[in-house]
């Protein structure tokens, strides 16, 4: 199973998309201290010892979070404003073992088993070719390496067309939210074994997730319409939340957490 594979006008969008946006998630608390992020760290248990790539770090949680407890971490990222907060955060909180490399998850600028540990955190949705990525993966992690996917899914296949149409309606970049079968697919053709998982809930307010991605007046009717034209079955599989006069306050996104392993 693959996906169709990214073109280079899909990497400007994405790019500008993110580096628009940038000075939004590096102040983002949902970013920096969601609820996933524990969960990865737990599942990832990194090691002194550990050699680690964060891929699109973006303005770098998860690779400064895994800084104090691994030798060294890269973070891998196309957006450069998105790692210029990065590496402005390492300078400040002392993390000299962090450096932060410009480059893309399908086609990562690093030599076969090149690390013991590889994360992921709420960016796979925005790959165009996960397949790529996780055969990219596999060959940069030395064997008995780990995997660390967080990504928000879809609850099951048939809500799958409308989340995508609704994600990208609020971001053009957005590309898929997989199914947890989905991801235990492609992670087994690539060669991963999966070890574990776990759902993790986000509830999205409204407003805040419009204004993270900058969307215009425009833009937010029609995500309200959007979501009104849901059924009421698939309005519940997202927990959607109305308010008493029937506007939009909230949905919520599950993200998936995963440990794989590479044999």
């Not at 090691?47 to 979070?65: H, I, K, M, R, Y």
């Not at 060294?72 to 300078?91: E, I, N, W």
């Not at 596999?138 to 067309?161: M, T």
């Amino acid at each position: 199973m693959t996906d169709c594979t990214r073109t280079s006008s899909d990497r400007t969008s994405s790019e500008q998309q993110f580096n628009a946006q940038a000075d939004k998630y590096a102040s983002s608390e949902v970013h920096r201290f969601g609820a996933s992020l524990p969960v990865l760290i737990e599942y990832a248990a990194p090691q002194s010892e550990d050699v680690a790539l964060d891929v699109a770090t973006g303005t770098g949680n998860t690779a400064l979070e895994l800084a104090p407890h691994v030798a060294q971490v890269v973070g891998l990222d196309m957006a450069a404003k998105m790692m210029a907060h990065a590496q402005k955060r390492a300078a400040e909180e002392g993390r000299r073992n962090s450096i932060f490399v410009r480059g893309s998850a399908e086609d990562m600028p690093f030599p076969d088993g090149a690390f013991t540990l590889v994360t992921s955190r709420h960016a796979p949705h925005h790959f165009r070719d996960a397949a790529k990525f996780l055969a990219e993966a596999f060959r940069v992690l030395k064997p008995g390496g780990r995997l660390v996917i967080a990504d928000q899914i879809s609850p099951n296949a048939e809500i799958k067309p409308w989340l995508d149409e609704f994600h990208t309606t609020r971001d053009p970049s957005h590309f898929t939210q997989r199914t947890v079968q989905e991801w235990r697919e492609l992670t087994g053709a690539a060669g991963f074994t999966w070890v574990k998982d776990t759902l993790v809930p986000y509830r999205m307010d409204f407003d805040w997730w419009t204004q993270q991605s900058g969307c215009t007046p425009e833009t937010i009717q029609k995500l309200r319409g959007q979501m009104t034209a849901l059924s009421e079955a698939h309005q519940q599989d997202i927990l959607t939340e109305f308010g008493e006069q029937g506007e939009l306050v909230a949905h919520t996104d599950f993200m998936m957490v995963a440990r794989l392993e590479r044999r």
